[in-house]
């Protein structure tokens, strides 16, 4: 069945471009991916048994404290010593990430316990600039201790080196929501996520994993599969849509 372009389509064009070209613009800026070093922990090589965790996470920066030769995150996988509140295995891959120093048999972390990385956005420079992005960022989570608390936050810089950070525009997850009970054995893994603006001119922006332990001495919080993007409001690409199909509606 074929179908002829009513005349006035074609006349609604001329009109419609400069909303096609936004509809364009915003579709080519869509979802750019954030370039996260070791999202999994896949990249450190844990051993099979005893105490060899690996201290940390390549790509990964514990700032938090730690006293001389222990640690406050931990890369470990299954077979390692947990406590029996931890997972027993991934949510994704081999290895996940651990504030629980009895995986690495180090001596008691910090609180709270931290680890960042710098994520360089400057890629995403136009999307950016436009003020309208949002960042997603997901990941897996395991806690039923009801003695730590687990959040993850994003602090904004307007350098990609992370020097300049921009003021009031940081986000938080807050206490992440626990994936089981206080004290279920082998807390299972849940999908968590934080997303909120991007503030223009951000060319770099730092996540950040914290423990924070109220009593006990281990951080028994796990973190894996970590994803993210930048995406264009919604609502942008949406109300260009939009207008572009009232308008030819109209001009029909
Ligand atoms: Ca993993
Ligand atoms: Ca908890
Ligand atoms: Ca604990």
């Not at 471009?17 to 579709?27: F, N, Q």
């Not at 300049?164 to 279920?184: H, K, Q, W, Y």
């Not at 001495?217 to 973190?223: C, D, I, K, P, V």
């Amino acid at each position: 069945m074929k179908k002829h372009l009513p005349k006035s389509f074609l006349q609604s064009t001329a009109v419609a471009t400069p909303c096609l070209l936004a509809v364009v613009l915003a579709s080519n800026a869509s979802a750019a991916s954030l370039l996260i070093v070791n999202p999994s922990f896949e990249a450190d090589t844990p051993g099979s048994s005893g105490a060899s965790a690996v201290l940390g996470a390549s790509g990964w920066t514990i700032t938090s404290a730690g006293t001389s030769g222990n640690g406050d995150w931990f890369t470990t996988t299954a077979g390692l010593t947990h406590s029996s509140i931890d997972p027993d295995a991934a949510a994704e891959g081999s290895n996940w990430l651990s504030g629980n120093r009895l995986a690495g048999g180090f001596g008691s972390t910090s609180d709270p316990a931290t680890i960042v990385q710098l994520v360089d956005i400057s890629a995403d420079s136009s999307l950016v600039d436009l003020g309208t992005a949002t960042v997603n960022l997901d990941f897996m989570f395991s806690d039923s201790d009801p003695a730590d608390l687990g959040l993850v936050n994003i602090t904004f810089y307007s350098d990609i080196a992370g020097t300049s950070e921009l003021l009031g525009t940081s986000l938080t997850t807050g206490v992440i929501t626990p994936t089981a009970a206080d004290g279920t054995g082998n807390a299972p893994w849940a999908a968590r996520s934080l997303s909120g603006a991007v503030p223009a001119s951000a060319r770099s922006l730092q996540i950040e994993i914290v423990n924070d332990r109220t009593s006990g001495s281990a951080g028994n919080t796990h973190f894996d599969a970590f994803t993210g993007s930048i995406i264009p409001e919604p609502s942008v690409a949406l109300l260009g849509g939009l207008g572009l199909f009232s308008l030819l509606r109209r001009k029909r």
